[in-house]
């Protein structure tokens, strides 16, 4: 069990600090690899999207039925699947666009014509972080419990958050970088901003691993699924279309599921 414990929190760490990453990349680029982005991004997507229907979802279900009965359980699937959906629509709708992570940059912000000091975007980048910070809290959540529960679905999405994490970390890093010009300074807020992502992990052991009986478990599956879902068709696909060429987000989207379905094969 501890083994499990410490493999859940390590996956989280690695999701949330991904947006380090992006730092790295506008710090150590000189162009955005928009190609590179989109067929990524399309490829979290197919992952988040294939393993929540065909697998969270069904796990959800069937814990659901086996301890409440057909009926009760699948209603309370659904009801789980889609509260998961409306808590991340939630703390979308109360990040101020202009502090919202999913905002898209590009590496090429960083080498703009003026690159004069602005400190006023010291407080965007700040609020950005802090953005990301609340909007990856769940994703914690979701990642520690489902590779608590099966550790290759949480290595799988744990692989896709951190890939839908570094744009993220352009986001931070832009803004902190015009405003104060150190990249250090930069790089450390992009890089701590995805603690949250860890932090949601500790919260789910402490709170939520003593009530984990099947009801429990079920529940906490199916708002996963929501979850997943929501980032995906709300910031994944719009974000990889933004820095779409040639369709390329859609094929990394097939590409994401068919690994996913294979992998799930291999494994069963």
């Given at each position: 069990m501890t083994a499990n414990l410490l493999f859940a929190f390590g996956l989280t760490l690695f999701a949330g600090l991904a947006t380090g990453i992006g730092s790295l990349l506008a710090f150590f680029t000189s162009h955005t690899n928009t190609k590179f982005l989109s067929i990524t991004l399309g490829f979290s997507a197919g992952v988040m999207i294939y393993v929540s229907m065909i697998e969270i979802f069904v796990k959800a279900k069937g814990a659901l039925v086996h301890a409440m009965g057909v009926v009760p359980g699948n209603w309370l699937t659904v009801t789980g699947f889609f509260a998961g959906m409306l808590l991340i629509a939630s703390i979308d709708k109360f990040i101020p666009k202009q502090s919202n992570p999913h905002e898209?940059?590009?590496?090429?912000?960083?080498?703009?014509?003026?690159?004069?000091?602005?400190?006023?975007?010291?407080?965007?980048?700040?609020?950005t972080a802090l953005a990301i910070g609340i909007?990856?809290?769940?994703?914690?959540?979701?990642?520690?419990?489902?590779?608590?529960?099966?550790?290759?679905?949480?290595?799988?999405i744990a692989v896709a958050i951190a890939i839908h994490n570094i744009p993220e970390g352009i986001a931070v890093s832009v803004p902190v970088y015009f405003a104060t010009g150190d990249k250090k300074r930069a790089f450390k807020l992009s890089f701590l901003s995805g603690l949250s992502e860890p932090i949601g992990a500790l919260v789910a052991y402490l709170f939520l691993m003593p009530f984990l009986n099947e009801v429990m478990f079920g529940i906490?599956?199916?708002?996963?699924?929501?979850?997943?879902?929501f980032i995906s068709l709300d910031e994944l696909l719009p974000a990889a279309k933004r820095y779409d060429e040639a369709h390329l987000s859609i094929y990394g989207l097939i590409g994401g599921m068919a690994v996913?379905?294979?992998?799930?094969?291999?494994?069963i």
């Open positions: 898209l940059r590009t590496v090429e912000d960083m080498t703009a014509p003026s690159v004069e000091k602005q400190p006023d975007l010291l407080k965007m980048g700040t609020f909007h990856n809290f769940p994703e914690g959540i979701a990642t520690f419990t489902s590779a608590l529960q099966d550790p290759k679905l949480g290595i799988a906490i599956f199916a708002a996963v699924a929501g979850i997943m879902v996913m379905a294979l992998s799930l094969l291999l494994f």
